[in-house]
């Protein structure tokens, strides 16, 4: 049984790792369960570390999805008489985990670490003994109850909502009064509406990284390591970098986890003085208050990298065709030798790096010599440039930063096979990349191996691909694995080429289609299909649409993206809504409580409010109308998948759901 607390707050964490601890006497009875992205994967490496400290057995398994929740209800829980405690990674938060393990035996207890809100009400109910979820910050907005839980619940619910500032003044939700209940079919039609508009204007949103919450609990255990601080950091920072969290969260968490690096910590001096000379020791962890905001641009090139971050694409407005040319412009009129910046990073003049913060941050004395400097100052403030980062050392060579380390883990998540072979081909052959002595793999990467204290569920196999690809993301969070996590640095860069590449295409076809509320698009029969049939791949994509649109003067409105894939004959549907800010907030469209800003990042959020989205409501609606079976993605209600011969239709009725709000 449990424990008689529906959510375990940071006093209970100790306790709650004891009691998996006591329960996992033998083979079998421990089960984590993860979900397919960066931060649970780092969430799953910090328990995995701290269990086999303890030498706990267990039993690790990926899903990717509710289905395959049903499937470890199936394979692994039911009739499962060993089993105790199941730990649900970045799954599970948002859906009724009774309805996802239908078989749960009595004396199994679920602990539920996710990031997801709100959280559904059948997993914090009070009378819920087996289901614990853990929640650090007193954020657990919860799902309307159903039209059948009773009265009580239903005003218990009401009373533990504390997001009223989502909802507009003029829209504040009543209580039915008391002589309705007189009318039983009615009361209970006013209730489901009721839900519906408070489901629609809270909208879902992110809380803590699993990670951190795995974190807290090493603390709480007196258990962290190195290697536990830099998972958790780059939990944190996947949720910055996928617009999960506004700056002001992660500037707050990065606070947080600076008081646990080894004497200072920080290197402020960035690229001001030489690799040699400013290098940490090997394995340290330092943080960087200005890191540069060009993507992976200690692994490509100064020019490259300025040209396909986003803020520096949208402000070049490299859309009109002449983008290249106005970035030679912009570097040449700051001093900047274009052919310094188009060689590899690592093999640029020490002395450009040295002055690099100062050529782009112009005194106003310079400013006032250059027409030119003032519009760029204009258009890049230091926050697109800047932002504080953690660094990690691997050896002699090699410098990562959390923000390198997710876009590649995300990449190899995410890679189909021949983009893979190509990039560990193309790996072995860089004689300074570092992955020469990894073996490029087959149709899928070799399955881990396993000790005494786990087991793995799933090993790869050349048929399952997003199987494959987890275990070969999650094994390239291991230092042993460095050469796998700079071929997913490799895949990274390609996959930011190819959205530069399929969002310009996308614009200058005029296939972006205003749809009322929302804005649509589709791909389907291009070579790069591949590549975006993956729930983060196609969010990004949406993203530089909506900033690029919005750079061009056009309403600022939320975007439904489409990719059909022909071989499966199926479609992955994303909506993406825009960053957040008290002053921007509109209430008519349904689809988000705000509205997207002029000042979107190529990652960050906001500078000071994290997205709600309520596409997942919307989705659902569409689906139960057209009697389209939709199928979630990666726990993301604003990420399904469905026949792509449903695709119109669904499009149509999400229209008239929207608008209706």
Not at 185 to 208: E, T
Not at 411 to 439: I, M, N, Y
Not at 584 to 608: D, E, H, I, M, Q
Request: glycine content about 6%; proline content about 5%; aromatic content about 8%.
């Amino acid at each position: 049984g449990g424990r008689g607390a529906m959510l375990i707050d940071a006093s209970k964490l100790e306790q709650v790792y004891t009691s998996i601890h006591l329960s996992a006497d033998k083979e079998g009875a421990l089960l984590m369960v993860v979900a397919c992205d960066c931060d649970s994967l780092c969430c799953c490496h910090i328990l995995s570390a701290l269990f086999d400290a303890d030498l706990i057995p267990y039993t690790r398994v990926p899903v990717s999805g509710m289905e395959a929740l049903l499937e470890v209800d199936a394979s692994t829980i039911t009739d499962n008489d060993a089993l105790r405690s199941v730990v649900m990674i970045n799954c599970g938060g948002g859906f009724d985990v009774r309805g996802c393990f239908p078989h749960l035996g009595a004396g199994v207890n679920v602990y539920v670490l996710d990031s997801h809100r709100p959280f559904a009400a059948a997993n914090i109910d009070p009378n819920e003994k087996q289901i614990q979820v853990i929640e650090l910050e007193g954020d657990a907005l919860a799902l309307p109850p159903t039209v059948d839980d009773e009265d009580e619940d239903e005003e218990q619910e009401i009373d533990v909502t504390t997001a009223d500032d989502l909802q507009p003044p003029t829209k504040r939700v009543k209580r039915a009064e008391p002589q309705e209940k007189a009318e039983p079919a009615g009361s209970a039609m006013r209730r489901h509406l009721l839900q519906q508009q408070q489901l629609i204007q809270r909208g879902a949103y992110y809380g803590m990284s699993c990670s951190l919450m795995a974190f807290e609990i090493a603390s709480a255990m007196g258990k962290n390591t190195d290697d536990i601080l830099w998972w958790t950091v780059i939990g944190v920072t996947e949720q910055f970098i996928h617009q999960k969290i506004d700056a002001t969260a992660y500037n707050d968490r990065v606070l947080h986890l600076k008081a646990f690096l080894s004497g200072d910590g920080s290197d402020d001096a960035g690229e001001s003085q030489s690799n040699a000379a400013r290098r940490s020791p090997a394995g340290s962890i330092t943080l960087h208050n200005q890191e540069w905001q060009f993507m992976l641009y200690r692994h490509w090139n100064l020019y490259d990298s300025m040209y396909h971050t986003l803020p520096v694409a949208i402000k070049l407005e490299i859309w009109r065709g002449n983008g290249k040319e106005k970035l030679n412009q912009m570097l040449a009129s700051m001093g900047i030798p274009v052919e310094g910046c188009r060689c590899p990073y690592r093999s640029m003049n020490v002395e450009l790096k040295r002055r690099l913060k100062e050529l782009l941050r112009p005194s106003s004395a310079q400013q006032q010599q250059n027409d030119a400097l003032p519009r760029m100052r204009e258009a890049l403030t230091d926050s697109d440039l800047f932002f504080p980062s953690f660094h990690k050392c691997f050896g002699m060579k090699t410098e990562l930063s959390a923000s390198d380390v997710v876009f590649a883990v995300t990449a190899l998540a995410e890679s189909d096979a021949t983009s893979l072979a190509d990039a560990f081909a193309a790996a072995a052959a860089d004689s300074d990349g570092g992955a020469s002595d990894q073996p490029p793999p087959a149709a899928a990467p070799p399955p881990a191996a396993t000790s005494g204290s786990e087991t793995q569920a799933t090993a790869p196999v050349a048929g399952a691909s997003w199987q494959s690809n987890f275990w070969l993301a999650f094994h390239a969070l291991t230092e042993k694995r460095l050469g796998h996590l700079l071929c997913g640095i490799k895949l990274a860069i390609r996959l930011q080429q190819f959205i530069v590449e399929q969002g310009l295409n996308l614009i200058e076809t005029h296939k972006i289609v205003p749809h009322g509320p929302f804005r649509y698009g589709v791909l389907k029969n291009t070579l790069l299909i591949s590549q975006f049939v993956q729930p983060f791949a196609l969010l990004r994509l949406a993203h530089f649409l909506m900033d690029v649109l919005q750079a061009t003067k056009h309403a600022a409105k939320p975007m439904v993206l489409c990719a059909v894939n022909d071989k499966t004959r199926r479609a992955l549907v994303v909506g993406a809504t825009g960053p957040t800010t008290v002053e921007n907030r509109k209430y008519a469209c349904g689809v988000c409580a705000v509205w997207p800003l002029s000042t979107a990042r190529w990652f960050t959020g906001s500078l000071t409010n994290a997205q709600r989205s309520t596409f997942g409501q919307h989705f659902r609606n569409a689906s139960e109308f057209t009697k389209s079976q939709i199928v979630h993605h990666r726990f993301d209600t604003s990420v399904v998948e469905l026949l792509d011969h449903d695709l119109d239709k669904f499009l149509q009725f999400l229209h008239a759901s929207i608008s209706t709000v």
